[in-house]
Structures are given as structure tokens and as C-alpha cells.
């Protein structure tokens, strides 16, 4: 759905590197499995698909700059990535998963500041979020 490429097997263990013709086609789709992401019980399992989620979103926007764009214009896309990450990590995976949504936050913010026009308003509209949230 996120990517409109089909497949039907069920994978378990790491998804392949994407190249740089994987486009995302349904940036919509990444708030709606954030906030399920989020709204979760805390399990094992749970922690599993979001280290999963954020590893595949960082390979999608390394590895393409249209990837990088296409998220960047939805509307408060920080907000809903910050509330992926904790706070105040209590334990090595959730300090592990808090470094991956700030490493997608070092990607998307460098993008915009440097290929953007107007891109510096990401930057500022980033810091009154992040204000707003801790």
C-alpha cells in the first residue's frame, strides 16, 4: 500500500534495501501506522514492528530524495514521528528506536534545509513542535 508494490509473502526477518526507484505512493499511510504503532500495547512484538517500520523508512528516505519530499509535505509529519520515540528511555531498545526517529529527523531536516526553498520554515516549524511535545 505504502509503496504500491504487491507482495505476497510473509516476511519475518529484515526487508531488503529498497533502491532508489522505490517511491513512496501513500505518504498518508505512514501517520496511520505510527498512531497504530502508538496506540499499541507494549510488548516484545509490538517493539519488533516499530524498529521495523523506522529501519524501513530510513532505507526509503536515504535512498531517494522524491521519498524525502513526499513526506516532508504532509502537514505536522513531526508530530506524529515524535510520538514514536521516548522521552526518557527506560531500557536499550527503546533507547534504540528513539535514535532511529531521530536519525529519520537528521535525514528529513537536512533535506529540507538544503534542497528546499523555504526549507528553513521545516526547521522552525520542527523546533515549535518539538517544544510543544517534551
Not at 515524535?82 to 526517529?101: G, H, R
Request: net charge positive; aromatic share 10%.
Amino acid at each position: 500500500i505504502l509503496i504500491e508494490q504487491i507482495c505476497t509473502q510473509v516476511i519475518h526477518k529484515q526487508h531488503p534495501d529498497p533502491d532508489s526507484s522505490v517511491k513512496i505512493q501513500n505518504p498518508q499511510i505512514l501517520k496511520v501506522i505510527a498512531t497504530l504503532l502508538r496506540n499499541s500495547p507494549q510488548c516484545p512484538e509490538s517493539m519488533e514492528v516499530r524498529r521495523a517500520f523506522l529501519s524501513d523508512m530510513i532505507k526509503l528516505f536515504n535512498n531517494s530524495r522524491e521519498n524525502r519530499r513526499s513526506l516532508l509535505q504532509c502537514s505536522v509529519w513531526q508530530e506524529w514521528m515524535l510520538s514514536l520515540c521516548y522521552f526518557n528511555p527506560q531500557n536499550s531498545d527503546e533507547q534504540k528506536i528513539t535514535e532511529m526517529v531521530y536519525a529519520i529527523f537528521r535525514i528529513l531536516l537536512y533535506h529540507a534545509v538544503k534542497y528546499e526553498w523555504g526549507g528553513w520554515r521545516v526547521w522552525v516549524d520542527t523546533l515549535s513542535i518539538t517544544h510543544s511535545k517534551v
